[in-house]
């Protein structure tokens, strides 16, 4: 006989259990569904807008002002990075996403896409999918508690039905929130929410078709091509980082409104066109596509998306960073190995999950990525070059209102205990006696 306390315990488990499953199922369909008919309604402004003449290129300053005061007028907390914006509703305000950032965000981000503006659409919906379960548990009347989880179930259903890799949507949307812990409670109802959107969005017709990679054997040498990759591509991730939060705070010292530097962000990339072509503009799926079947990108392609994406967001656009990301690493991938004769795709796709790892400290998640695209002989690289190039990276993240917990290395120490944002590296004395003493220690 089981004592009555230990029954109690297990009914306690299942309900709970029970509960969040229905809620991951039907939160995850309805906002599957939702992505799906933002998904579908970009698709159909950008092919309406690629079908008119030339002079389609004069819609991009239109867009970027029409992004800003979409958002200005419906919803300011749809400003800028979808995903960032979520971060902050979560640590900051109890994961309250208004209700109204919703349509703010998929007009906007419509705005800022359809004539060529350089963002991602995980950002947006992300930010959608965050409102609407938001709006969700308000309804319900949820706790604190249990509105984070919902919100994160919105999230990892968002990216799952952005992505179509509902493992990896699920491990970014908990992954993300807090560099060096995971919240393995929520865990489970954010890979049901991922599941559940998938398949919605698969019987609402998106598709997520990306080419085959041939992934070599495992073998020693190219696994040391691979730790010499994950070297460069950390190089990559760092000036990605900062290009990006450089641009944005000299547009922000400009003492100009914001239509002005909404031209001058449509100025250069109109120029980035006219020299270029219009194929660093927009999101670049058809470049990353490219790669990853063996055609290699010009050598500066991974500079130059990277500050276009800046540009475009300090602007007044609206979208997220994650696709762009995606070009700078499988551009920066296929650079590498045309430069030492190796396989293009291959190491294409070891860019495109690198830098996600780097740029957004989400190791864990871009490595499930690499798995649910490309299959599971591209594990053992993939994970030690995402690994690599989250270690490389520092401090440095595309999303500023992450919370660092557990530092990369025991040479950063909170300045200030209460502010998880004041890491600070210790003066190499102490380095030097910790050392010592360590040393000592194991010694005796």
């Known amino acids: 006989m089981f004592p009555v306390q230990e029954i109690k315990n297990e009914e306690i488990i299942w309900g709970n259990v029970i509960k969040w499953l229905a809620l991951s199922v039907v939160a995850g369909a309805l906002t599957g569904a939702l992505i799906a008919f933002f998904l579908h309604l970009l698709n159909q402004s950008i092919s309406f807008v690629q079908s008119l003449p030339d002079w389609r290129y004069a819609l991009i300053p239109v867009g970027l002002l029409a992004s800003y005061y979409t958002v200005r007028s419906i919803e300011p907390t749809a400003e800028g990075r979808g995903t960032d914006k979520v971060i ?106 991922s599941i559940s959107s998938y398949f919605v969005c698969v019987a609402f017709g998106i598709s997520y078709a990306v080419p085959a990679v041939t992934i070599p054997p495992l073998s020693l040498a190219m696994f040391a091509w691979c730790v010499g990759a994950a070297a460069f591509f950390s190089f990559v991730c760092i000036y990605h980082v900062e290009t990006v ?124 990525m690499a798995v649910e695209l490309f299959g599971n002989a591209i594990a053992p690289y993939a994970g030690a070059v995402c690994i690599i190039c989250y270690m490389l990276t520092g401090l440095r993240s595309l999303y500023p209102t992450q919370i660092l917990v557990q530092p990369k290395s025991d040479a950063f120490i909170l300045a200030e205990p209460s502010n998880k944002k004041s890491w600070k590296v210790l003066p190499r004395r102490i380095l030097r006696k910790n050392v010592f003493f360590r040393k000592k220690k194991k010694s005796k």
């Open 245 to 368: 939060h450089g641009i944005e705070r000299l547009f922000k010292k400009m003492n100009l409104p914001m239509p002005v530097k909404s031209f001058i962000s449509a100025g250069i990339l109109l120029s980035v066109a006219a020299f270029s072509g219009d194929s660093f503009l927009g999101m670049g799926t058809e470049g990353i596509n490219g790669v990853l079947s063996g055609h290699a990108e010009p050598w500066y392609a991974f500079l130059l998306k990277s500050a276009l994406l800046a540009v475009t967001l300090s602007g007044g656009g609206s979208g997220g960073v994650q696709t762009p990301t995606f070009f700078i690493g499988a551009s920066a991938g296929g650079l590498f190995a045309s430069v030492f004769g190796l396989d293009i795709g291959f190491f294409a796709a070891l860019g495109l999950v690198a830098c996600v790892a780097g740029s957004m400290n989400t190791p864990l998640a871009a490595a499930f």
């Open 88 to 193: 902050e509703a979560f640590h900051y305000r109890a994961a309250r996403v208004p209700f109204m950032v919703v349509p703010a965000k998929i007009l906007s981000s419509i705005f800022t896409l359809a004539p060529g503006g350089v963002v991602g659409t995980e950002g947006p919906s992300v930010q959608v999918g965050a409102g609407f379960t938001s709006a969700l548990s308000v309804l319900l009347r949820f706790s604190e508690k249990e509105r984070k989880k919902l919100v994160i179930c919105g999230v990892a259903a968002a990216l799952s039905a952005v992505l179509g890799t509902p493992i990896a949507g699920a491990i970014f949307g908990v992954e993300v929130l807090f560099v060096g812990n995971f919240f393995y409670p929520v865990l489970l109802p954010a890979v049901i929410s």
